[in-house]
């Protein structure tokens, strides 16, 4: 039985708050040798999820192809919502909750005609207040999601289109999401819990911030040292290589996910131009950073223990899985 199920029933006071809290302390007792699991992705449990979640994107799809005016899209969101009480509330169903929200998120953002990104300051934090208030009432991790990208979406609307001239803004950004990633995260170490799953929807959002913000500053920047020849390949590796560093040691694969893609498409388009040229070393450089990857994600557990062994105890490790 999983600590999910435990805590609603403590809530329908089947059992005691108190009990299960020597439930959770006598499983952790019994865990305390055993290395950390794998990272699970626990918003979907089977097909029964995904063919709902169907149902749910093909309303959405065609609510959202019709010809509605501004409030009549609070219409489709009421609807929605409706649908999350059965959906989400009682039956618990998390990847179907995701698209409801979004969909929700989406009428709602029609109803508040938040077409101009500049102007819609006021319509973003809106939205994220709305995406802050489903998570209270349905407990649905991922709605942490939409709540910091409204927050991220309300900071650039407000600083205006000049803000994309100081890219180290989003990294900034992106780190402030971390470190709140990062406090749900040393709630849970062992990834048990809704905590665990909060800190993961973030750290979703806060790795393509952070990467997007340092990469174009080290491809982009015309001053400084950088200019030298292949001197913004060598910091945009190694930039890579304190990333990875940095996901194995707070041993979350998904800020690799979210911003790795990213990360290869923008390498991508910067030398596509120079793609037959003689001097290829930056591709070469960044086969071989491929490779190793690959690399990484197979023997994950075993370089985190190798690398990391020397901090095991150390003040920075009591907020990560256990080394």
């Excluded at 040393?186 to 909060?198: E, H, M, P, V, W």
């Excluded at 131009?273 to 960044?286: H, R």
């Amino acid at each position: 039985m999983d600590i999910e199920t435990l805590e609603r029933a403590a809530q329908r006071g089947i059992i005691s708050h108190k009990q299960l809290q020597e439930l959770i302390a006598f499983s952790a007792a019994q865990d305390n040798d055993e290395p950390t699991s794998e990272e699970q992705l626990r918003f979907i449990r089977n097909f029964g999820d995904i063919f709902i979640t169907l149902g749910v994107l093909f309303v959405a799809f065609s609510i959202a192809a019709m010809h509605l005016s501004q409030i009549q899209w609070l219409l489709p969101a009421a609807l929605f919502l409706g649908a999350a009480e059965w959906l989400v509330r009682v039956r618990r169903l998390a990847l179907p909750g995701i698209a409801i929200l979004i969909s929700t998120l989406y009428f709602l953002s029609k109803a508040l005609g938040a077409s101009q990104f500049e102007t819609a300051t006021l319509q973003f934090l809106t939205l994220s207040v709305c995406s802050l208030l489903f998570y209270l009432r349905y407990r649905m991790p991922f709605s942490l999601l939409p709540v910091a990208t409204g927050l991220v979406a309300a900071t650039v609307s407000s600083v205006g289109i000049d803000m994309f001239r100081h890219q180290l803004l989003f990294t900034a950004m992106g780190l402030i999401v971390f470190l709140v990633a990062m406090s749900f995260d040393a709630q849970d170490r062992k990834r048990q819990r809704r905590a665990s799953d909060c800190g993961f929807w973030l750290h979703l959002l806060a790795s393509p911030l952070i990467v997007h913000g340092m990469m174009t500053t080290l491809l982009f920047s015309h001053a400084g040292v950088l200019d030298a020849g292949s001197n913004r390949e060598i910091a945009l590796l190694l930039f890579f290589i304190l990333f990875l560093l940095t996901a194995l040691f707070v041993d979350r694969r998904a800020m690799l996910v979210s911003s790795l893609s990213y990360a290869i498409y923008a390498i991508f388009k910067v030398v596509s131009s120079n793609i037959l040229d003689s001097n290829n070393l930056p591709l070469v450089i960044f086969i071989g950073f491929g490779v190793f990857i690959v690399l990484f994600g197979t023997y994950w557990y075993k370089l985190r223990r190798l690398l990391f062994r020397p901090l095991r105890g150390s003040w920075p490790a009591r907020f990560v899985p256990e080394i």
